[in-house]
Each structure stands twice: as C-alpha cells, then as structure tokens.
C-alpha cells in the first residue's frame, strides 16, 4: 500500500467510525442497578479516582486509541490532546504503525504531545510489531505507557491485511519482559474470552482492555472497502464489553482490567466500573463530540460527565469505587444466557452487597 492510499485509508477509518456512531441498545441495557433508596453520601466527598499502571488518576474513563496517519487525523488528535490537556485526561494515540512505516505521517501523532507536554499519554502499536518497533514508538511520543492492540478480526476482513499471525504471542512476551514502560493489551472491539485473558496473564500481561463489541465496528469498516462485501456476515463478531467483563472475573484480582467498547454515557461507566473495571476508555463519544461540536464542547463534556458521575454514586450511596464494586447488580438477557452456558455465577452479584 502507498503513501496516498494509506492515508485515504485513516481518514476512511475516522469517517466510517463517525458513521457507526449511534445510541442505539447494547448489552449495557440488561446489567441494573438495585436501587438503595437511602443514600448517605455529599457530592463533595465522592471520590471518583482510580489506579492504572500503579498510578492514581483523578478520573475513571479516558480517550482511547482511534486515530493518526494523515493530515485531518493529525487536527484530530491535536484536538483529542488539547481536551486531554484541559481536563487532565490520559489519552491514548491511534496506531503509531502508519509512522514506524512512512516519516511523513509522524507529526500526525507527535501533535499529542506537543500539545500535551505534561499529560498522561499512551503510545499504540498492533501486536504484529516487535520490540524494537514499540521502543520506537513510545520514544515517538515519549509516551508514559504503550497499548499492543489485537486486532485479527479486522486483519482477516482487511483485503489487504495480515495473513501471518504466528509472531504475535512472541512480540507480546518481548514487549512486556524488556519495554521499560508498563504495557496494556487490549482488543479494537471484538471483546474477550475468559481462555484468552488468562493466557494473555500468564505471559505478563498485567493490564488488559477487553474492548467489546457495542462500539466502532472494524469488521464492517473494513468490508466497506471490499468490492464484494464478502464479509457482511462478520458483522456482529465478538463478545460485548458486558460479557467479556463477567468472562474477566476470575482474574481481576490479579490483573487490571479495563472496560472499552460502546461505552456512551456516565451509566454506562458506572455499570462497567461496577463489573469490575478499573478504569473505561472511551473512543466514539469523544469523536462523535470533538467533530461534531468542537474542543470546548468537548471539554464542557467531561465535566457534565464528571458531575453524573458523582450524582449517580450519590444515589447508590457509593463513596468511592471500592463501594461501587459491591453494589448488587441483576444481570438478565444476553449476558445471563451466556453466562449460563459458560457457567458464569452472576446470581452472586444480585446480592453482593450482602456478604
């Protein structure tokens, strides 16, 4: 693939993306609340902070990866690093793998962090990429974390994408053993399994987004370029974030999990949150709201959403996140029948706050 089409390709992925937006029903719909009635909480003592990578931020949600490689995704991330900046957010970049490969791109993802000297930020790369090239890419950035995306769903439907993926579990284990900054592994929202977290822990990996299903869907971007459309029926692939999240429980005391995947409103946080996330990266609605309304409306975005959060603690009489992991949660529809039949016990968090 040449330079043009590489680029044309990144700006198709931002405007697919920004077509797939909606606000239609997710798995998120069938995981409630029971509602305590009596709350004993002051909006000013909520405390809504969280540890990822063994540091503590002030927030439980964060931009993630979407975009870099052209010029208008190059304005886009200088607007995505400028409301990070302002409002004190991580932010992860888009895949570095369009600068490893072609210079002229670079400053299409260095914006980040000249707009955002002192922020939190996070360098992406696909796990087809080796040590060398995730040095390359966090120096790129100087970027205070790296995420390896997995993302062979999306390769399989790209006509012109990997057909090789024999190296990924070796780039994996050299990345984590031998990259001197701390690393995530996350999916771009096809969600995960219970089999893959545990072998994904057992090779080091001690932070993972489960990315679900819900959100921007790559599977469909992709058939979208394909003449033939041949893969139309990949178009529901995948575990939602609410069910990869009940697959990740055997885990979460030993690894951090990280909620991401259709996740469109601070409810939607809490219910993640609640199922045990450490923190939830959030990707469509920040595009959705930086095209459509703008870097100041965004930031008033964060802040509503800082502010719902609170509130809806204050209504689960919930002070901080510890509290909220407790609060009981009945789980129907989708996720039950699956949890079912992968032998899930969700009975437990309908009366958790019991025990």
Not at 274 to 301: K, N, P, R, W, Y
Request: aromatic share 6%.
């Amino acid at each position: 693939m040449n330079r043009r089409d590489n680029m044309n390709r990144k700006d198709a992925h931002v405007h697919n993306a920004e077509m797939q937006y909606q606000t239609a029903a997710t798995d998120f719909e069938s995981v409630r609340f029971v509602h305590p009635s009596l709350s004993h909480q002051a909006f000013h003592h909520i405390d809504l902070s969280t540890t990822l990578f063994k540091q503590q931020f002030d927030r439980p949600f964060y931009i993630n990866a979407m975009t870099g490689g052209s010029a208008w995704t190059k304005r886009i991330n200088g607007m995505f690093a400028e409301v990070a900046r302002e409002c004190h957010l991580p932010m992860a970049s888009g895949s570095v793998s369009a600068a490893l490969k072609d210079a002229s791109v670079t400053d299409s993802f260095t914006i980040i962090r000249e707009v955002n000297p002192n922020g939190f930020v996070m360098a992406n790369v696909g796990a087809d990429k080796n040590l060398e090239d995730a040095k390359r890419a966090v120096d790129l950035l100087d970027a205070d974390a790296l995420q390896i995306h997995l993302n062979t769903a999306q390769e399989i439907v790209m006509p012109e994408g990997d057909r090789d993926f024999r190296k990924l579990e070796d780039h994996i284990v050299d990345i984590v053993e031998n990259l001197d900054r701390p690393v995530m592994v996350k999916e771009v929202g096809f969600g995960m399994s219970y089999q893959t977290m545990h072998h994904l822990q057992s090779l080091g990996v001690n932070t993972i987004d489960v990315s679900g299903t819900g959100g921007t869907n790559f599977a469909n971007i992709e058939n979208a370029r394909r003449e033939n459309k041949e893969f139309s029926y990949m178009a529901d692939w995948g575990q939602s974030t609410v069910i990869s999240l009940l697959e990740a429980q055997p885990l979460m005391s030993q690894t951090t999990i990280v909620a991401s995947g259709g996740i469109k409103n601070p409810l939607q946080m809490m219910k993640a949150l609640a199922l045990g996330a450490s923190a939830v990266g959030m990707s469509g609605q920040f595009l959705h709201s930086v095209l459509s309304e703008g870097v100041d409306a965004t930031i008033e975005m964060v802040k509503s959403y800082d502010e719902q959060l609170r509130l809806l603690m204050m209504v689960l009489d919930c002070q901080d996140l510890d509290e909220l992991r407790n609060t009981d949660l009945m789980i129907t529809g989708k996720p039950a029948e699956w949890s079912r039949l992968r032998r899930i016990n969700i009975e437990y968090f309908a009366s958790r706050s019991q025990n």
